[in-house]
């Protein structure tokens, strides 16, 4: 073994990895390995080397590497970091090259007074109970607002002010009731999980807002009555989904991502506005000689595909895995991943009708279950897979709308979007969970063949090679590498998006848009 460790070997996570049993855990979405910890899960701490610590005396530590040639070059070559303490001495010692070097302490005090950190850690504890109960009622009022803003479930009282529930039409049509029901459940199930996992983390308060952000667009754009109306939601999504993918803006990787995504959402919204805008038309007028109805039915398919990650945008949902686990969860496994879905089950009055659009959908979503299942399968890393078999089972559930088959189609979002969320939630556990199951089904797994076709695995690498020229497009030249990143605090990185947001939208503001 040569001190330059092969790129097969090395891992960006500090999770404990064996390279003497051959066991790793390997970087996130370009990594060599086929199951391992996704590098988005080191956000909290910089990656280290393994340090050992033997209570044993030296000649006794020299003799065991003696007996094993591997596992002599492993410390020897420094893939470890040893150190031991003699027994007798209590002498600590730390192995250089071949030698023993005492390591001495100028520490002269050996109390340590933990008052400051117990008292620092109630400190976060309060301010993260505090994100968290202020998080869970903003999910509330995001379930609460939307029904009764565009679903006409809530109307003026006879003589009084206080609204009335119309309950007659939440039975007659309780589709939008049920669809924002199961977000909010998976969105707080997720905050919850969030909580524990991300303990200590300073973001954890943003993460939360944006989870609420997320939540809020999801459900607006289930109850609107038409696109006009989605829109908003539809924009407000996009902005919140940025922004938890960016949610650890000093990686140069993160940013690129972020910029990739954001772009695609854009993309998404000028495609939403251009049918919302054709739809408003009286039927049988024409856009640039076209048909106002086609073009609107053009743009909700594009703005559903580009959205839903469907061919050729395959690589966003793992380009979008940059932030927390959870916020991956949440966001490409479940809501952000079927919002397409949703889009086109609600307003099947604009496309359902044109042959050309339902192929399109069909046509996509097998062109797209074919190509991301290929690339799934030759996936390093079980986030980076997960978001393509996402996307892979997305296709096929795009085929089931474009057969008219609207109600399973949401039916069968719901189900995927939560095993999904479950699958990335666990995802650094995926060697025990596979353990676990082999040991349960008391015998190996074969769920796919050890020993696929050669054609078909050189089909799978040609595919990823595809997909990885298109997640390349644009990324390593960015403009934005040029410069080194703004210093900028957490009030100060709000303060500055505030402000670029209302310039964005000059001479128009939210507040004239809310008093409009």
């Not at 676990?436 to 690498?461: I, M, V």
């Amino acid at each position: 073994m040569t001190r330059r460790p092969p790129r097969s070997t090395l891992s960006s996570s500090s999770a404990a990895s064996d390279v003497y049993k051959r066991q790793f855990m390997h970087h996130g979405t370009i990594g060599d390995l086929r199951a391992g910890l996704p590098s988005q899960m080191t956000e909290m701490h910089t990656p280290i080397r393994a340090h050992y610590i033997l209570d044993a005396p030296i000649p006794t530590v020299e003799a065991v590497l003696a007996r094993d040639k591997k596992l002599h070059q492993l410390v020897n070559n420094e893939w470890v970091k040893l150190v031991v303490r003699d027994p007798h001495t209590s002498q600590f010692f730390e192995r250089q090259a071949d030698a023993y070097v005492p390591i001495v302490s100028d520490l002269q005090e050996t109390h340590i007074d933990f008052g400051q950190h117990r008292s620092h850690a109630g400190m976060v504890a309060r301010s993260e109970a505090a994100s968290y109960y202020a998080a869970t009622a903003g999910m509330a009022m995001a379930f609460a607002v939307p029904l009764g803003l565009h679903s006409d479930l809530l109307s003026a009282g006879a003589g009084t002010l206080i609204p009335a529930l119309n309950l007659d039409l939440l039975i007659a049509d309780p589709r939008a009731a049920i669809i924002t029901g199961s977000a909010t459940l998976l969105t707080a199930s997720t905050l919850t999980f969030a909580r524990r996992y991300m303990h200590g983390e300073p973001l954890f308060g943003r993460f939360s807002a944006l989870s609420v952000g997320l939540l809020a667009g999801f459900n607006l754009v289930v109850t609107a009555p038409g696109l006009t109306e989605t829109l908003a939601g539809w924009t407000l999504f996009g902005f919140s989904s940025t922004f938890l993918i960016g949610i650890y803006n000093d990686r140069a990787s993160v940013r690129q991502n972020a910029i990739f995504a954001f772009g695609a959402y854009r993309l998404a919204d000028l495609a939403l506005l251009t049918a919302a805008s054709a739809a408003l038309m009286p039927q049988g007028s024409t856009v640039c000689g076209l048909d106002s109805g086609a073009v609107a039915a053009t743009g909700l398919v594009l703005a559903a595909g580009l959205k839903s990650s469907q061919f050729p945008l395959t690589p966003l949902f793992a380009r979008s895995m940059e932030g927390p686990t959870p916020s991956s969860a949440l966001g490409y496994a479940g809501l952000s991943a079927h919002i397409g879905v949703i889009l086109l089950a609600t307003n099947t009055e604009v496309w359902l009708d044109y042959d050309a659009a339902r192929i399109a959908v069909g046509g996509a979503g097998v062109l797209t279950t074919l190509f991301s299942t290929l690339v799934a399968h030759t996936r390093a890393d079980r986030k980076g897979a997960i978001a393509y078999a996402t996307s892979a089972t997305l296709g096929q559930i795009f085929v089931v709308l474009s057969l008219g088959y609207t109600d399973e189609a949401m039916l069968l979002s719901l189900g995927h979007a939560a095993y999904r969320m479950q699958q990335v939630l666990r995802s650094h556990s995926v060697m025990a969970d596979t353990q676990g199951l082999r040991a349960a089904l008391e015998g190996p797994l074969s769920l796919w063949p050890s020993t696929p076709p050669s054609w078909l695995y050189r089909l799978g690498w040609r595919c990823r090679r595809v997909d990885e020229d298109l997640m390349d497009w644009g990324s390593r030249r960015s403009t934005v590498e040029a410069y080194a990143p703004w210093n900028l605090s957490g009030g100060q990185q709000w303060a500055t998006t505030a402000g670029v947001l209302v310039l964005a939208g000059f001479p128009f503001t939210p507040l004239s848009h809310g008093l409009e």
